[in-house]
């Protein structure tokens, strides 16, 4: 039994990446002259969601058109639905389709043109996995449509723009604790999207100097440093710096509830976390490190 073919060229994209995008649907039915065909790229339309194009063919980049495999260009009328902020694109046949013969919907630069910031179309600013993308097909030219056909793409981070470390503010004299560390691109996403000889130089001040690791950025976008712990009481600074480009990361605190632990003066500074993801400390992040009896 034929199924239907779907899939994504590119098949995956990048967090904010400015492309060309086609979305090539093989039926496995001929499909006849009038036949209506409806793309959702389900965008919510809002800054950080995919972008939504425009269907004026003759514009200057950023539309959406559908081609046949005889180059035939089909343009697309906007459907407005009730509840929801943008619309889906309807295409109507102008001739019979081949079981087998691909149907590319294109969201970008218009055919012929090359794609750049002007011409194509923003993918999404946060990062997922199998995003979907819908084609409802009405081959009785009534409005049936059936169940949907799926489109899939993966988005993933970007090119790495900070990093944050998340520590608790307080911790006690030889008191073992972890340490996460995030790579993340410029709109918050983990990412390991960097030169392959990046290593990162996690140091402290105020440490032993066997305590100076270099880090890789991991497939994950993120990696734990375990078992930290302080010999004596103070307030150690923790910085990271890309030994390729020279350029120095700060660290952020994360959101720890500080609990005060017996016998520790009123006086001690417990540096309460800012919170996760607000804002960064213009130099490095500090932890406090107490003696406790």
């Known amino acids: 039994m034929r199924r239907s073919i779907c899939y994504c060229e590119p098949s995956q994209a990048l967090a904010g990446e400015v492309n060309t995008w086609k979305f090539v649907y093989t039926s496995a039915i001929n499909l006849p002259k009038g036949t209506i065909l409806k793309f959702d790229p389900a965008s ?7 972008e939504i194009p425009s269907t004026n063919i003759k514009s200057a980049g950023n539309a959406i ?6 180059g035939k260009v089909l343009a697309a009328k906007e459907i407005e639905l009730a509840k929801r902020h943008t619309p889906q694109y309807e295409f109507a046949l102008s001739q019979e389709v081949k079981a087998g013969s691909p149907i590319t919907f294109v969201m970008g630069a218009l055919k012929g043109k090359s794609t750049s910031e002007k011409t194509g179309n923003m993918a999404q600013c946060t990062s997922e996995r199998r995003r979907n ?7 009785s030219k009534k409005g049936r449509f059936a169940d949907p056909e799926i ?15 998340f520590v608790p503010s307080f911790a006690s004299k030889n008191n073992r604790f972890d340490a996460i560390v995030r790579f993340e ?26 305590l100076n690791w270099k880090l890789f950025v991991p497939e994950t976008g993120f990696i ?3 078992n930290i712990y302080f010999n004596d009481t103070g307030v150690y600074t923790i910085q990271l710096k890309n030994c390729k480009t020279g350029q120095v990361f700060y660290a952020i605190r994360g959101r720890v509830l500080a609990k005060r632990m017996a016998n520790v003066p009123d006086s001690a500074d417990f540096y309460p976390a800012d919170r996760m993801g607000r804002g960064f400390a213009r130099g490095t992040c500090t932890l406090k490190c107490c003696s406790c009896h």
Not at 44 to 50: A, Q
Not at 194 to 210: F, K, M
């Open 133 to 139: 993308f819908y084609l409802y097909i009405d081959t």
């Open 224 to 226: 734990t440093l375990p």
């Open 65 to 70: 058109y559908c081609q046949l495999e005889t």
């Open 151 to 165: 489109f899939s793409m993966d988005i993933r981070g970007n090119q790495l723009h900070k990093i944050r470390i």
């Open 44 to 50: 919510n339309g809002r800054s950080i969601d995919w």
């Open 185 to 210: 691109d410029e709109f918050g996403n983990l990412t390991n999207y960097a030169d392959e000889d990046t290593l990162i130089e996690l140091s402290y001040e105020n440490l032993r100097e066997n």
